[in-house]
């Protein structure tokens, strides 16, 4: 039987062949007699997964090998706290703060550092985004703070910006969390990138980390010893024990990942190409529609999280009750925002895509 297409923002929809390897490998992982949850994190069994998840990820996301790839727990919100013990040395730190995600950043930093913000859109309702050349940067910044998808408000920074072109020596620092691996980064301008699997990677409880080998070694006196990026890496991301079955699962998306194939492509340049298409479908639509809004400009608009109104709200419950009962799960909004929200990542397929904007076709015809 085929399964509904669930929109959730996260923890999120995965492949369904990742899910069912999983289960087919669940009582006995390749013959050793252990489910994957089973296995000491030392021993030989889970050292392949993780040898080959770090190996895989590298690949399919070009991360030079200055970097490293640090496999940590307590997600993008803890990140928030353990960026500023690494990086701040205690002194200042640049945010832009474009909606939730990296409001709620800047304010965690403050606590362990001089959070300063250097550009925010809250005049537009986070629905545009601050030109780099606006941003005030502060000269000895130790860092600039950027949520390159802001998840709730469906907005994405299409280009990273080039620091170093608007007169900074400081790192970036990118929360990625809900649009990793559905594009390419271009690493040269990255100082570290962060983010939760549970949007793009696979489930809850492994949170990705990489960073560029010279910001290592200057964490804070305070910092604990399993949150400094240098004991981690040192101890290959199990100075502490990792998150083993989230690191297994994810291992299986990047083998997924890995087999996409799209116009000649593959990997998440295969994605990329699939995601853009998902996205304008969405968007097309919506725009198109005189009962459907999304009030996010144009050129900043998320291919990943599509939030959307009806013009008539009076009508939001009677959609969300009639999208599920044709299949389509999880499209309410962030109570913060309202509305409706389609998160389209990855693991969504092109028609899923085409079943809402169907269903969202019929929903308006029928009211018309
Ligand atoms: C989901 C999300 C987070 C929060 O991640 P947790 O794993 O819940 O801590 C942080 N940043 C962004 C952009 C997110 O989408």
């Not at 590298?58 to 496999?71: G, M, S, Y």
């Not at 353990?82 to 403050?110: C, H, M, Y």
């Not at 996205?279 to 599509?306: E, P, Q």
Request: glycine content about 8%.
């Amino acid at each position: 039987m085929a399964r509904p297409y669930n929109f959730s923002a996260g923890p999120a929809a995965m492949p369904a062949e990742v899910l069912q390897q999983a289960a087919d490998e669940m009582l006995d992982w390749h013959g050793s007699g252990m489910s994957v949850m089973e296995m000491s994190h030392r021993g030989k069994e889970f050292g392949e997964i993780m040898e080959a998840a770090q190996a895989d990820l590298r690949e399919l996301l070009a991360i030079p090998d200055n970097f490293h790839i640090l496999f940590m727990q307590g997600g993008g919100l803890a990140e928030n706290a353990i960026v500023p013990l690494n990086l701040s040395r205690g002194g200042q730190v640049d945010f832009v703060v474009t909606g939730s995600w990296s409001q709620k950043s800047i304010k965690e930093a403050a606590r362990y550092a001089k959070a300063a913000l250097a550009a925010s859109n809250a005049e537009s309702s986070h629905t545009t985004l601050p030109a780099p050349g606006s941003w005030r940067l502060s000269a000895d910044a130790q860092y600039v703070h950027i949520c390159s998808n802001e998840t709730i408000h469906g907005i994405e920074f299409h280009e990273l910006p080039d620091l170093k072109a608007l007169g900074s020596n400081a790192p970036l620092v990118i929360d990625f969390s809900s649009h990793v691996a559905s594009r390419t980064v271009d690493w040269s301008r990255v100082g570290l990138a962060f983010g939760g699997a549970q949007k793009n990677l696979g489930p809850a409880g492994l949170t990705l980390v990489v960073v560029r080998e010279d910001l290592l070694g200057h964490a804070l006196p305070a910092c604990p010893s399993a949150f400094d990026y240098t004991t981690v890496a040192a101890n290959g991301s199990m100075y502490n024990t990792p998150p083993t079955y989230s690191i297994y699962m994810a291992g299986l998306t990047f083998q997924w990942l890995k087999r996409q194939t799209e116009g000649g492509l593959s990997g998440v340049a295969a994605m990329e190409q699939r995601n853009i298409a998902k996205a304008s479908l969405l968007y097309d639509f919506i725009d198109g529609s005189s009962l459907y809004l999304n009030k996010v400009a144009r050129d900043c608009r998320s291919r990943m999280n599509v939030p959307f109104f009806l013009r008539d709200e009076a009508l939001n419950d009677a959609f969300l009750a009639g999208a599920k009962a044709a299949g389509l799960l999880q499209l309410k909004g962030h109570k913060s925002v309202g509305g409706m929200r389609a998160s389209i990542y990855n693991a969504m397929p092109l028609a899923g895509v085409q079943a809402l904007v169907q269903f969202m076709r019929e929903f308006e015809k029928a009211r018309a």
